[in-house]
């Protein structure tokens, strides 16, 4: 009986401390979701500032661009304007 008892208590007594281990994990649990969370906001963050930082430099290089093929148009039209005097200064 009186081992049957003392087993009893230790089971009583281990219950405890299963029931105080269970709050710790929970309470590390609900720390370590709020972390994901603050990680992941600050992923979509990144990527968004990367986005528009993407589309601005594509902006820029597509109006360059531009400018150069603008820019290489009104050359040939003013090589062709020489015409013949281009070809006589040589």
């Not at 299963?18 to 600050?42: F, S």
């Not at 531009?66 to 062709?80: E, M, N, V």
């Amino acid at each position: 009986v009186t081992f049957g008892v003392r087993k009893q208590l230790q089971a009583e007594q281990g219950m405890g401390d299963l029931e105080a281990r269970i709050a710790t994990l929970e309470a590390e649990n609900h720390d370590l979701e709020t972390q994901v969370l603050e990680l992941r906001n600050g992923v979509e963050v990144i990527e968004k500032r990367e986005t528009e930082h993407k589309a601005v430099e594509d902006k820029k290089r597509k109006d360059q661009i531009d400018f150069l093929k603008y820019q290489g148009q009104h050359l040939d039209a003013f090589l062709r304007q020489l015409g013949p005097q281009a070809g006589a200064g040589k």
